[in-house]
Structure formats: structure tokens, C-alpha cells
């Protein structure tokens, strides 16, 4: 069966310094990868999505970026965090060709 | 800009009830709908999906979807104080891209069961 995992779970990070969020998929290969944010009262919103290495789709403008250096493997960046980004990420994978989408247990980031 | 509205709620039931959750979308070319559930502090967790017109029923959920209307909702019947969560409506549009995962997600229902 396919598994998702992502860390760290929770980090508070001071405003200007820089994030790294990684997230893995085993039992699956060339799944497509989804980076998305949860703020609080907000809605989720799609920053992310990657349907091979090296071939990554942003969505919103910001101040965030993504990689994915290998098939399983995607990386959340952000050179100097905003207060802004604060929120609840999620990385989350789909089969090729499929649209249903499964999350891993998310990340929790206070920007302070 | 294409939306996906849900009542916020807190929708209050009481346990053994059946909850009616509902969704409206913009995007009239949508061509999949899925709900997902999310207990507070949790990632989402996918309960069923939904792709063509009518009812589709899993245990003791049934998600129905009008496509004319533009409609679809989850009724979740003997309520259990386990339920009580956010519930989650995401719709893939019809923008004609490649099948992925790029849903539009509501903001939410929260729905609290009590015993």
C-alpha cells in the first residue's frame, strides 16, 4: 500500500529565516505531488504541483518554492519567511492520471 | 475564479441523526467531486468521491451530485460523536488539464454530533 510522509511536524521559525518541509511517497512510483496551505480560517490553497522530477507547476506567487529531486520526493523552500506563511502545509500525492489526492499528516509552521 | 462554497456552520446534530452537508461550485465544466473529512489539528483524510449524476452510497455515508444544479452534498446517517469534524468539499474543474490532483477546495463544515 502507498504511504505519505512529511516533516518536521511542528517548527517555529523567526521571520526572515528560511524553511525546508520535506515530504516522501513509498508503495507508488511517478505519483503527482501537491504542496498546499491551509491558513487559519482559510480555506485549502493549491501552491504546488509536480507530475515528474524536475517538473514542478507553481500556482500562487510567493515567496515560497518547490522541488523535487527525486520520483518520491518533494521539498517545500522559502528563502526568508514572511509572517504570512504561517499556516498548516500540506504535501499530498495522486496516481498518474487520477484525481483523488492523499495527504500526509502536515506540517505546522508559526512564523514569528 | 472558480469557487466552491460551503456553509461554515457549526452544523449540531444529534448522535443517530442523519447530517446533510452540502456544496454549490461555480465551475460548470467540473468533472469530479470528492469529500474529505479533517479532525482539528489533523491532515484531511478522503471519504468518498463522486463523478456522475445521482447518489453513490459507502456505508453510512452517500455523497449526491446534480450536475445541473451545480449541486453536490454528503449525508452521513446514524451520526456518531466520532464524526464531529470539518468536512471538507473539493472539485476537480473542467479546464481540460492533464487528470491531476488540482482540486478547489470550500473552506469547510464543521459538524458536531452530540451524544
Known amino acids: 500500500s502507498q504511504t505519505i510522509h512529511q516533516w518536521p511536524a511542528t517548527l517555529v521559525q523567526p521571520v526572515g529565516s528560511p524553511l525546508s518541509l520535506e515530504c516522501t511517497v513509498e508503495?507508488?512510483?511517478?505519483?503527482?505531488l501537491y504542496w498546499y496551505r491551509q491558513a487559519a480560517g482559510r480555506g485549502l490553497q493549491l501552491l504546488f504541483y509536480s507530475i515528474g522530477i524536475d517538473q514542478i507547476s507553481s500556482e500562487v506567487p510567493q515567496n515560497l518554492s518547490a522541488s523535487r529531486p527525486q520520483d518520491r520526493q518533494f521539498i517545500l523552500s522559502s528563502k526568508k519567511l514572511l509572517l504570512s506563511d504561517s499556516g498548516f502545509y500540506l504535501c499530498?500525492?495522486?496516481?498518474?492520471?487520477?484525481?483523488?489526492?492523499?495527504f500526509g499528516e502536515g506540517s505546522w509552521l508559526t512564523v514569528v | 475564479q472558480k469557487e466552491v462554497e460551503q456553509n461554515s456552520g457549526p452544523l449540531s446534530v444529534p448522535e443517530g441523526a442523519i447530517a446533510s452537508l452540502n456544496c454549490t461550485y461555480s465551475?460548470?465544466?467540473?468533472?469530479?467531486f470528492f469529500w474529505y473529512r479533517q479532525y482539528s489539528g489533523k491532515s484531511p483524510e478522503l471519504i468518498m468521491f463522486i463523478y456522475s449524476n445521482g447518489d453513490k452510497e459507502d456505508g453510512r455515508f452517500t455523497a449526491q451530485l446534480n450536475k445541473a444544479s451545480q449541486y453536490v452534498s454528503l449525508l452521513i446517517r446514524d451520526s456518531q460523536p466520532s464524526d464531529s469534524a470539518t468536512y471538507l468539499c473539493a472539485v476537480k474543474g473542467g479546464d481540460g488539464s492533464s487528470n491531476t490532483g488540482k482540486l478547489i477546495f470550500g473552506q469547510g463544515t464543521t459538524l458536531q454530533v452530540k451524544p
Open positions: 465551475d460548470r465544466g467540473s468533472q469530479s
Open positions: 508503495g507508488t512510483s511517478n505519483p503527482n
Open positions: 499530498a500525492w495522486s496516481a498518474t492520471g487520477r484525481n483523488t489526492i492523499y
